[in-house]
């Protein structure tokens, strides 16, 4: 099992500039999560799927993010046009069944510094 | 909502005893996690407890008390390796969150 698999790991970029994040969960894992890590916000949710449909975003900051998952094995964070403030660690996670009581599988993360 | 609060930073001597706390308020929960993440790494699960009282796991404990909005995790016999954030996370209805985590330092 290769885990949660996140790409790129890292990205610089300049304001303005398109950033498209990528994710594959782990096989037969059926609930995606996107988490951001800052060292003054922590982590935080920023949206979250169940069988490929988003069910909460109400997370994600502002309508320059996006989220997709066309299918189980691949989803998508965009941002659009970057910031400054976007600069952090982009965390994919996934787990079985979805419910709270189930333990999240992260991927090593993307860095993201927007100059 | 959540009100996620743990202590941001603890330093504790090799072999040791360390209690790190988490109080919250949250609603819809159903028990808590513990999380452990090492620097520039990712967050990886400790422990999970759904009902009140202590859940014990080789030198990790945690305990939970629902009812108080309370939890601590115990590390016993510390080691330098366990040098590394902890992060508190009651789920909430189905999504997990987060608090900000406990920076723990290992002196030897």
């Known amino acids: 099992d290769a885990g949660v698999i996140q790409s790129p790991r890292h990205e610089v970029t300049e304001m303005g500039q398109e950033v498209t994040l990528r994710c594959k969960p782990i096989s037969g894992h059926n609930s995606l999560f996107w988490y951001r890590q800052t060292m003054m916000r922590g982590l935080e949710l920023l949206i979250y799927f169940n069988n490929n449909v988003p069910i909460d975003d109400s997370g994600m900051p502002e309508d320059r993010f996006s989220a997709k998952m066309p299918n189980a094995s691949f989803s998508t964070l965009k941002i659009q046009p970057s910031e400054p403030r976007d600069s952090a660690v982009y965390f994919c996670a996934s787990s079985k069944a979805g419910l709270g009581a189930n333990v999240l599988t992260f991927g090593a993360g993307s860095r993201l510094t927007v100059l | 909502g959540q009100n996620i609060d743990q202590p941001t930073e603890m330093t504790a001597t090799e072999g040791a005893i360390v209690q790190i706390n988490c109080t919250y308020q949250?609603?819809?929960?159903?028990?808590l996690f513990w999380y452990q993440q090492h620097a520039g790494e990712a967050p990886t699960f400790l422990s999970y407890?759904?009902?009140?009282g202590l859940e014990e796991k080789g030198r990790f404990s945690s305990f939970l008390s629902r009812s108080k909005g309370y939890s601590y995790l115990l590390l016993k016999e510390l080691q330098m390796k366990d040098s590394a954030s902890y992060l508190c996370a009651p789920p909430w209805d189905d999504k997990i969150i987060f608090g900000k985590g406990t920076r723990l330092h290992i002196l030897p």
């Open positions: 949250t609603s819809g929960f159903n028990g």
């Open positions: 407890n759904v009902l009140d």
